[in-house]
């Protein structure tokens, strides 16, 4: 090769090499560019979850409200009637107080102020207002402590779990959904409960809590009045599980396989969003665990939620 040609060949391959960085420049800035897109459409992908999520809660919210509003009167009423004669047997007393301070002040003599004293007593019915006060106490502090409740079960079934894991107790979050759909269930099915020994799992309370509203609710919908729902909780082989079983309708086995699709539901229209479900399956597979469906139609349905018992 001669020295032309071997610069040509030089040239000519410089050339080659300049185009090929030039490329893999342009090449590696588009996966960037593409990159840097795809992560902000997975952010606003995530964010629309959230935002899904809460909205489902606050529609589901907006169902329970009556329900919610009835539980949380219901201590109220028998408080503000404890109250009311809390009142009236504080005046009586006051009352007798101020007969038997008359009495004294007045100079009678021991006799007529001890004979005053009892007459009072009876006339006033003082000791039945004495015990009557610590039973109207005791009531009201239960029916306090019965709104705290509620309130303390609505703000766990509406907050927004932060990004981290924290420990749950599964049995609480059970109670909690049972409680803010007691005004729907108490009037329309028998539930019977049983918990069993959980140990804490790493995991989203508010999540959770969702996740048992929606289905015990959906148990709720599909049985006729009277009707049996069971909720039940056990551990073993390194899971917890949650099964919620009804003896209503059952599931179509055509419907089975679009169980957790967004949106699907065989509920007529404004019964429902066809979201509860989906939202639910996503939540569980955050954990790390699945959700198990059995149904058979005309006989009942159970759902079994299985997460893992280390929460990692």
Known sequence: ?????????????????????????????????????????????????????QSEKMASLGVLAAGVAHEINNPLGFICSNFSSLVEGLQDIQRFLQQADQQISGGDTLEQVRDGWRQGLMTFDIDYLLSDYQNLALETIEGLERVKQIVADLKSFTRQDGGRKSAVDVNDCLRAALNIL??????????????????????????????FVNLIANANQ?????????????????????????????????????????????KPVGKGTGLGLSISHNAVQDHGGEILVDSEPGQGTTFTVRLPADGA
Not at 192 to 208: A, D
Not at 245 to 265: K, R, V
């Open 222 to 266: 599909a049985v006729d009045e009277n009707g049996l729902i069971r909720v039940a909780s056990r551990a073993g082989d390194g899971w917890v599980e949650v099964e919620v079983s009804d003896n209503g309708h059952g599931i179509a086995a055509e419907h089975m396989q679009y169980l957790f699709t967004p949106f699907f539901t065989t």
């Open 1 to 53: 090769m001669t020295g032309a040609e071997y610069e040509k060949a030089y040239l000519r391959e410089k050339q080659l090499r300049k185009q090929a960085e030039q490329l893999l420049e342009d090449r590696s800035r588009e996966l960037y560019l593409s990159n840097e897109q795809l992560q902000e459409a997975n952010r606003a992908l995530q964010e629309q979850q959230r935002a899904m999520v």
């Open 182 to 211: 007691n005004n729907q269930t108490k009037y329309h099915a028998r539930v019977e409960t049983s918990y069993g020994e959980l140990p804490e799992i790493q995991g989203y309370f508010g999540k959770l809590n969702q996740v």
